[in-house]
């Protein structure tokens, strides 16, 4: 059974940071592109970042380019997300999602954790 | 490439069907077109690809269906467990983006 489980999700004030990881199990992870998708309250999704099976691309949403860095570590199984210079539209549940095909990309997620609560405020 | 949706909410009754659009503001090839449902507290669950291919384990009463602009999702015989948000989403485009949400409820 896939599964991906976020942590790091807290409050911050506006202008720091936090670090979003994500535990993936029941896949071969190092075979898949991974990515980050959230959520604002009471609004739709977001795609916010992914990364591709072997880190040698990597894209992000207009809104965190510069700000937000994603990474893996395929020997750990595991995905982060690092959110600097935090500002308050950054609010949302931010889910792990797995790419929906093998090795080359596609971005679309066949496989979502339960997400990670970010609140950003003073 | 923006996707919007429609209706905003649907209410409809078990057993009716529930037809739900997507419509994208430029051509997206049906291959690059997927349905997702969300549930609150859920993790939101990949219903089609390809804009008309199940994905694993969902019940054949859910089917996409379009092409180029307009895309749309039905469901057959609506269930109670049928009520939630369902998302559109393209990836044909760089970058993906997702439609504001259509939120079925069963009466």
């Known amino acids: 059974e896939v599964q991906l489980v976020e942590s790091g999700g807290d409050l911050a004030q506006p202008g720091r940071s936090l670090r979003l990881s994500c535990s993936a199990s029941?896949?071969?992870?190092?075979?898949?592109?991974m990515h980050w998708v959230r959520q604002p309250p009471g609004k739709g999704l977001e795609w916010v970042a992914g990364?591709?099976?072997?880190?040698?691309?990597?894209g992000y949403a207009d809104s965190v380019k510069g700000r937000f860095t994603i990474s893996r570590d395929n020997a750990k199984n595991s995905l982060y997300l690092q959110m600097n210079s935090l500002r308050g539209e950054d609010t949302a549940l931010y889910y792990c999602a797995k790419d929906g095909r093998l090795k080359l990309a596609a971005t679309y997620f066949d496989q979502w954790g339960q997400g990670a609560l970010v609140t950003v405020s003073s | 490439i923006v996707l919007t949706q429609s209706p905003g909410t649907l209410s409809l009754s078990p057993g009716e069907r529930a037809t739900l659009s997507c419509r994208a503001s430029?051509?997206?090839?049906?291959?690059?077109v997927v349905w997702y449902q969300h549930k609150p507290g859920q993790a939101p669950r990949l219903l089609i690809y390809?804009?008309?291919s199940r994905a694993t384990g969902v019940p054949d009463r859910f089917s996409g269906s379009g092409s180029g602009t307009a895309f749309t999702l039905t469901i057959n015989r609506l269930e109670p467990e049928d009520s939630a948000v369902y998302y559109c989403?393209?990836?044909?485009?760089?970058?993906?983006?997702f439609g504001q949400g259509t939120k079925l409820e069963i009466k």
């Open positions: 990364i591709s099976w072997n880190s040698g691309s990597i």
């Open positions: 029941g896949f071969n992870f190092d075979d898949y592109a």
């Open positions: 390809g804009a008309s």
């Open positions: 430029q051509s997206v090839s049906s291959s690059y």
């Open positions: 989403q393209q990836y044909g485009g760089s970058p993906c983006s």
